[in-house]
């Protein structure tokens, strides 16, 4: 079947390298993709994920056979309806939710009232406006330090704010609200209780009644190490997570994905694609921070290589809603990846540094996250800039293969954190 893929980061990268292991797959299209999908797929470098006028032309001339919707945006802005209110293109299987399903992660407030109302465990929160910021701070006066505000909307990972200050905390709400920090995105801001705890990710592969879960990933989001400094798209990630023993994942299971598939089907949200759990270990107790509604990024490049299950088969079971029927078998090794980023990032950062290397790194996988072709030569187009995957015996083994490989890979201001890992 011809496949169109939507996206440009590392994510689609790794969707793609592992697509093309399937014998379905008789040709791959990737709208607008990187330097690194252009090595092993098509890319349509004019396809706009978010013009959906665009995406139907697209998968009108290249006879598309399925779309799968890499990034959050098209999903949060219909893209699912919008192929299945158009009879040329209803019939054409769409991987992901229906703009009602992806408001699991489009809003937060609608993510918190669904936990709330299908009893899966978070933590306890309120939603504010510009028109209630008073109580807003009234409602903050009332938690312990420290406060966790979350603008509503999409904010490209950067909408979640901890603050130990309550005087901090009151003005960021104000920031948020009045100022319109993060634009349409806060123009409700929840405020959460913090639950201090260990932070991992589980993904769940559904065709909205049957599911099967995934590997866990547990990604590192901070710039520094030692998880210190800005926020970023994520900077690592390593798969298995060490803790995420039988005990924990029964419980994962039992009290988060079920209900969670439950509701889902329950709230006819018509979710055909991934739940990605951001889960808070307290104690051994699991509680949901929050709901996304693709695969996450780097997370993607360390839970399809784990994947050995043909990724085509799974997607069609996922359309005709026969998941249930699927196996699906995962490589038992550790998968490390560590992000390189432009200097700079994720503040201002230039574009346009030729990178080298590539061509040098043995036994382990090179993705493309920020990368376009220049002149033949592959340069650097974003903060996030290349992934580097690793297999190995445990994560410690995995990542040292990693580190090597990088070693060999180089453009300017490059930087990576050397700590993936280091609070396991």
Request: negative net charge.
């Amino acid at each position: 079947m011809k496949i169109l893929l939507l996206g440009s980061g590392g994510r689609e990268h790794a969707i793609a390298w592992k697509l093309l292991q399937s014998p379905s797959c008789e040709a791959l299209f990737v709208g607008p993709g990187n330097a690194g999908t252009a090595s092993i797929a098509t890319n349509l470098a004019t396809v706009n994920p978010n013009d959906f006028e665009g995406v139907k032309a697209a998968v009108i001339e290249n006879h598309i056979d399925m779309v799968i919707v890499g990034p959050e945006d098209p999903l949060v802005k219909g893209i699912v309806d919008f192929f299945l209110s158009d009879s040329t293109i209803s019939h054409i299987p769409v991987i992901g939710p229906s703009k009602k399903g992806a408001q699991l992660e489009g809003s937060k407030d609608f993510a918190k009232e669904f936990l709330q109302k299908h009893n899966i465990p978070t933590a306890a929160y309120k939603s504010f406006t510009k028109d209630t910021v008073s109580e807003g701070k009234q409602f903050l006066e009332t938690l312990k330090a420290p406060y966790v505000l979350k603008a509503d909307g999409l904010a490209a990972g950067k909408g979640v704010v901890i603050l130990n200050s309550l005087e901090e905390a009151k003005l960021e709400l104000e920031d948020m609200l009045v100022d319109a920090k993060f634009g349409d995105a806060s123009s409700k801001v929840v405020i959460e209780e913090f639950l201090d705890g260990i932070e991992l990710s589980c993904f769940v592969l559904t065709d909205g009644k049957s599911y099967k879960v995934l590997p866990t990933a547990k990604d590192y989001k901070r710039i520094g190490e030692g998880d210190k400094g800005l926020n970023t798209g994520g900077m690592g990630a390593i798969s298995p997570v060490p803790f995420a023993d039988e005990a924990l994942m029964k419980k994962i299971e039992e009290r988060v994905i079920i209900p969670t598939i439950e509701g889902i089907k329950k709230d006819e949200l018509n979710f055909k694609g991934f739940v990605f759990i951001g889960l808070i270990k307290v104690g051994d107790d699991p509680f949901v921070i929050e709901y996304n509604v693709r695969l996450g990024d780097p997370e993607t490049e360390v839970v399809l290589p784990r994947i050995k299950s043909d990724l085509v088969s799974l997607f069609k079971a996922v359309a005709n809603e026969t998941l249930e029927n699927e196996e699906l078998e995962l490589d038992s090794r550790s998968a490390t990846t560590v992000m390189l980023v432009s200097g700079g990032y994720p503040e201002d950062y230039e574009k346009g540094k030729v990178i080298k290397g590539i061509d040098q790194v043995e036994g382990s996988i090179v993705f493309h996250a920020g990368t376009a072709l220049k002149d033949g030569e592959v340069v650097t187009n974003g903060g996030r800039v290349l992934a580097v995957t690793s297999y190995g015996e445990d994560f410690h083994k995995a990542l040292n293969t990693s580190y090597q490989n990088i070693e060999k890979l180089s453009f300017d201001k490059m930087y990576f954190r050397k700590d993936i890992g280091f609070d396991l």
